[in-house]
């Protein structure tokens, strides 16, 4: 009995240490060893870098007019910018409208065969003709001076990629995903005071073309590797809220769990791709990687643990309540994920529904791991 009370109260200070226990912390190193980044000086326009918007596409025929229209409209100089897209064998109107677009801006490859988002940003990365690359989606709407606000960054030379705040169009749909990424843009604040971030916004960053390396064509997660390993190699990450972007929310807890478990599934294989910023010689970074990722993935085999020992432990009533508080979470959860989108959950359950639906989701995204399911192609959710 002493064993599972251990291991029950051992699996539940994980679990708050991971949300809440590290936040804390983190934020209190910002406070006392962070730089304070000063805002940086706009360039003039003489003195701007060469931009290429680099956007790998499958199927985004909803999208892609909107997504253009939007970039045309950035306000950054035309002879220093230019548009890469690469269709990953799309089969509805894509290649369509980038065959249709006569914008000497844009520059389309129309790959036949499909093989996935990061084979076809490799390729693009490869002969984009530019110092800076900003990484994007074709559903991403960018304000019209996010490119301004990110490169002004790479005046010092010390900084090798910036991440963007990227905004959900809806507050949340039924899953409370707005409140987990203002939670999460909250950590990213404290990580950039430090120096660093430990993964970007995969709509909204960029990065110094010298410090793109291209990764195996087996990679789910790119923006988190890619961004990782220009940490691992010693340059600063920053993150600018000012540099805005907007992508719809998901619309239930069905598409978001889908993104969800891919995510998942990708961080886990990111571990053996950045697995050196886990070493405590890194410091501060390790720690930040440890506390914001590592156990974060870790928390659906916490909560597996303290259930098996809430189990073992039911004879007691207080540990009987507990148990009978956690089965309360996850038929919430469960609700929630039924629910029609349109109707949408009460605000006050919806971090309840979300920790349970995410949880679960990475528990289901390290089991497609394990087993080597996850695809590295990709459908998007709908949102």
């Known amino acids: 009995m002493r064993s599972a009370e251990i291991l029950f109260w051992s699996a539940w200070a994980a679990i708050a240490y991971t949300y809440a226990g590290f936040p804390i912390l983190l934020a209190l190193f910002a406070r006392l060893f962070g730089r304070g980044v000063r805002e940086p000086e706009q360039q003039a326009e003489d003195a701007l870098p060469r931009v290429a918007m680099v956007v790998a596409a499958y199927n985004e025929a909803q999208w892609l007019p909107a997504k253009l229209a939007n970039t045309w409209a950035l306000d950054y100089p035309a002879d220093k910018f230019q548009l890469l897209v690469g269709s990953d064998g799309s089969s509805d109107g894509t290649n369509a409208i980038l065959a249709g677009c006569a914008d000497a801006r844009l520059r389309a ?64 749909g039924v899953s409370g995903e707005g409140l987990y990424w203002r939670y999460e843009g909250w950590i990213k604040r404290c990580e950039s005071r430090l120096g660093f971030l430990i993964g970007c916004n995969g709509g909204i960053y960029a990065l110094r073309t010298g410090l793109y390396e291209p990764l195996p064509a087996s990679t789910i997660v790119d923006d988190f590797v890619l961004t990782v390993r220009i940490v691992q190699r010693g340059f600063r990450v920053r993150f600018d809220p000012d540099a805005r972007a907007t992508e719809p929310a998901c619309p239930s807890a069905h598409a978001e769990m889908i993104r969800k478990i891919r995510i ?41 643990l303290e259930a098996g020992a809430n189990a073992a432990l039911i004879g007691n009533p207080v540990y009987g309540a507990l148990l009978a508080a956690q089965l309360a979470g996850i038929a919430i959860a469960v609700w929630s994920y039924r629910m029609p989108s349109e109707q949408g959950a009460p605000r006050w359950i919806r971090p309840i529904s979300y920790f349970y639906i995410m949880n679960y989701a990475l528990l289901c995204g390290l089991l497609k791991y394990l087993a080597g399911r996850q695809r590295v192609t990709w459908d998007r959710a709908s949102r």
């Not at 606000?149 to 809806?170: I, N, Y």
């Not at 053996?272 to 659906?300: D, E, I, N, Q």
Request: with cysteine; glycine share 10%.
């Open 109 to 172: 490859r129309l790959f036949e065969s499909r093989r996935g988002k990061i084979s076809v940003l490799n390729d693009l990365a490869a002969g984009a003709e530019a110092d800076i690359l900003v990484m994007s989606d074709a559903n991403t709407a960018y304000a019209p001076d996010a490119i301004r606000k990110l490169v002004r960054h790479f005046q010092d030379p010390a900084v090798g990629c910036v991440s963007g705040e990227l905004k959900l169009a809806q507050d949340g």
């Open 264 to 304: 998942g599934a990708g961080g886990f294989q990111a571990l053996s791709l950045t697995s050196r910023l886990l070493l405590p010689g890194y410091g501060m970074r390790a720690f930040a990687y440890w506390g914001h990722k590592v156990l974060r993935w870790l928390a659906p085999l916490f909560l597996l």
